[in-house]
């Protein structure tokens, strides 16, 4: 069974960094073909992807927020790491990571539960 | 980057009737679209992948249909269980969400 968990700050002072990490089971980071993604959720809004690692240190970015973001892999512990710079209160939202690979045909399945960040001075 | 526009934003309809939900992309997405169910308070879950294909354990009454640019989300006779939010999502190019479908009680 594949699960996710997302933790991290709940509050953050508006132009700090946020640290998101992203700790799993069921799967591999090492195995072809697996990545992980982080997307997010402003309040009563719609989800947006914004980063995603495979398995071989491949990494992609949302265009409009790449300057601001870092995903990073641990495969030794089973976790991905999310860092957003600058933060601002526009960036308010529960963030989720999500298991991408052949079992979920390349889709993002599972997702974890999330984890609601609040930027705030 | 790819915009994907949803319509129409909320679907008021009855349990037992059919629920037509659309998608279109700004450009060709081939089939690499899919479909993602919300509840309040959770996490998206994956339904439908490909366009077309229903994902692990989901309903038969959930369907997907279309290809390039223009696509569709069938629930053929709506389930209490059923009233959810409903997001498109392709990764032809990157990757995008769409706005959002809100399917609730009439």
């Known amino acids: 069974q594949i699960t996710l968990k997302e933790s991290g700050p709940t509050l953050v002072k508006p132009t700090q960094t946020l640290t998101l990490t992203c700790i799993f089971s069921?799967?591999?980071?090492?195995?072809?073909?697996?990545?992980v993604g982080w997307i997010r959720q402003p309040p009563g809004k719609a989800l947006e992807w914004l980063a995603l690692?495979?398995?071989?240190?491949?990494?992609r970015y949302s265009p409009s927020l790449k300057s601001r973001l870092t995903i990073t892999k641990d495969t030794s512990k089973n976790q991905v790491v999310l860092k957003m710079t600058k933060m601002d209160p526009v960036d308010t939202a529960t963030y989720y990571c999500?298991?991408?690979?052949?079992?979920?045909?390349?889709?993002?399945?599972?997702w974890g539960q999330g984890t609601l960040v609040t930027v705030s001075s | 980057e790819i915009v994907l526009t949803q319509s129409p934003a909320t679907l008021s309809l009855s349990p037992g009737e059919r629920a037509t939900l659309s998608c279109r992309a700004s450009?060709?997405?081939?089939?690499?679209l899919a479909w993602y169910q919300q509840k309040p308070g959770q996490a998206p879950r994956l339904l439908i992948y490909?366009?077309?294909n229903r994902a692990t354990g989901i309903p038969a009454r959930f369907s997907g249909g279309g290809s390039g640019t223009d696509f569709t989300l069938t629930i053929s006779s709506l389930e209490p269980e059923d009233f959810a939010v409903y997001y498109c999502?392709?990764?032809?190019?990157?990757?995008?969400f769409g706005p959002g479908t809100k399917v609730d009680i009439k």
């Open positions: 999500a298991h991408s690979s052949t079992v979920s045909n390349y889709w993002f399945d599972p």
């Open positions: 069921g799967f591999s980071l090492s195995t072809s073909g697996v990545g």
């Open positions: 690692v495979y398995w071989n240190d491949d990494k």
């Open positions: 450009q060709s997405v081939s089939s690499y």
């Open positions: 490909d366009a077309s």
């Open positions: 999502q392709q990764r032809s190019n990157s990757f995008t």
